[in-house]
């Protein structure tokens, strides 16, 4: 299944940024978004910017980046620009109208 | 014995109707398939299925031909919302090719059960004395729990880890897990009816069977109570655990 532009954003990102190799980026995203409930397919730009912010910054130092914070810092700035295709219906959406029945 | 296990049965096929029902009505206001599939699920397979056969096989005054036709008509409630159950958790929770097959490969290995009771011996056999194919319903009904619930927990453990950043809701969250609790009852049910049932245990209208059953319903009445019509109170609780937790 494809992944979605904010993952192939931010992996493209790291791997510019970083000494990483496309793999290693690839990786480490899919482990903190894997630590975050996120799925590389389906992850948003919003969920993505949450991630940067609260679980990248650890993945990162934990691989020896050095300014981790930084980095996620400026990914996050950079993908305010970065346009989604539109999304399928998740499954919090159709749980979130199951209880609404009266 | 008897009498408890009876009025559990009944409060979960009464359960199974309201909550079903106003899932239905959900999904004429919304206009979206899986409040609907999920409704039918409840009435063909909680109430339809679970009151048809209990009837057609403990009801030994009844006519042949109407205890012949009544767990039919219950096996093919069975069927028909077994089927809506794997749609919904295809389109759910895993809305790519390969969870539309396995949807459909378990809809059709179960609704080949049916296929095979009607050809032969025929339903008066099973109404009667328990005999044919569709004593495996447990058994294959438990894989397409197996699956529902394999799913469900997963997203549900998914959910619970984005609560604790702030990205998912916690009453949604507790939702999934509920509706995963749910499968994975009606998973752990099945093996063990089947378990009795492939060692000639007797399970219809037995003590053991009745307890079993009896306790099956009650829970799952609590957890569908509790998902799809929870009361303020149990929602502020989980509100509040999310805040400690997060």
């Known amino acids: 299944m494809a992944e979605s532009k904010a993952f192939d954003f931010v992996c493209s990102e790291l791997e510019r940024r970083t000494s990483m190799t496309r793999l290693e980026a690839r990786g480490t995203v899919r482990i903190a978004l894997k630590d975050a409930g996120l799925a590389a397919d389906s992850v948003r730009g919003p969920e993505m910017q949450v991630v940067l912010q609260r679980v990248m910054p650890k993945e990162l130092t934990a691989r020896g980046v050095a300014a981790s914070e930084d980095i996620c810092r400026a990914i996050g700035a950079a993908m305010t620009g970065v346009r989604e295709d539109a999304a399928a219906e998740t499954p919090e959406a159709i749980f979130g109208r199951l209880a609404g029945a009266r | ?246």
């Not at chain 2, 309201?18 to 109430?47: F, K, Y």
């Not at chain 2, 929770?93 to 009607?118: D, H, N, T, Y």
């Open chain 2, 1 to 246: 014995m008897e009498i408890a296990a009876g009025l559990a049965g009944l409060l979960s096929v009464l359960m199974s109707c309201v909550v079903g029902l106003r899932l239905v009505l959900l999904s004429r206001r919304t206009r979206q398939a899986p409040e609907m599939l999920i409704g039918l699920d409840l009435i063909l397979v909680g109430a339809g299925w679970n009151a048809l056969i209990a009837v057609g096989r403990q009801a030994t005054g009844l006519p042949d031909d109407v205890r012949a036709t009544l767990v039919c008509a219950g096996g093919l409630c069975a069927v028909a919302g077994m089927a809506c159950l794997m749609v919904f958790i295809w389109r759910t929770f895993r809305p790519e090719r390969a969870g539309a097959l396995v949807a459909l490969a378990l809809s059709v290995a179960f609704a080949s059960l049916f296929a095979a009771q009607s050809f032969a011996p025929g339903w008066l056999a099973f109404a009667t004395d328990e005999r044919g194919p569709w004593t495996n319903a447990s058994l294959f009904t438990s894989f397409n729990y197996a699956w529902a619930s394999f799913e469900s927990m997963r997203h549900a453990s998914m959910l619970s880890r984005r609560v604790r950043l702030g990205l998912a809701d916690a009453v949604v969250a507790d939702r999934v897990r509920l509706f995963a609790t749910l499968m994975a009852t009606g998973t752990v049910a099945s093996w063990i009816f089947a378990g009795f049932q492939a060692s000639g245990v007797a399970v219809g209208g037995t003590t053991i069977g009745l307890s079993l059953g009896g306790t099956v319903c009650l829970f799952s009445v609590a957890l569908l109570w509790l998902a799809f019509m929870p009361p303020a109170s149990y929602l502020e609780s989980v509100r509040r655990r999310a805040l400690v937790e997060a």
